[in-house]
């Protein structure tokens, strides 16, 4: 499995892995494959990426030479972000991920994406109630459902 290593993992795979395995990593690079990027534009299109860590990730990678600052001294200052040569040689290694999930990945939404969803749900399912229908005596009938006051359990 690890060649040369017998049993073990290869030290520079595992190097790898642990440099674009990090979350938001993965898309940071796809973004910038297509070509140099402001800050705001990989920000805009990597939704779900707040700007602290989108920040802590471009630092990382460029740390690591896969990514280079340029900054432009224009006023406004404009600043880009674009692949080494060391980051585009990436490129094969992510189209053939792109190719797996193609090919691999169904179209649900991610696993995080339903727990919010449930956990919206769940919620709401909290906050209404069911009256009771006087006209057949059921003791939870959802047709006549009102939301609960937070503070109480009488209706608004």
Known sequence: MGG???DELCPR??????????????LILRVLLAGPRRF??????VGGLSARMLSERL??????GIVERRVYPEAPVRIEYALTEKGRGLQRA???LQRWADRWECDAPPVRERRVRLAKLQRWADRWECEPDAADERPHSCDKARPLSPASSQPY
């Not at 705001?40 to 299109?45: N, P, W």
């Open 40 to 45: 705001g534009e990989i920000e805009d299109v």
């Open 4 to 6: 040369k290593h017998g």
């Open 94 to 96: 992510l189209d053939e």
């Open 59 to 64: 630092k990382e990678l460029e740390a690591c």
């Open 13 to 26: 795979y595992q190097r790898a892995i642990d440099i674009i395995g990090k979350r938001w990593t993965g």
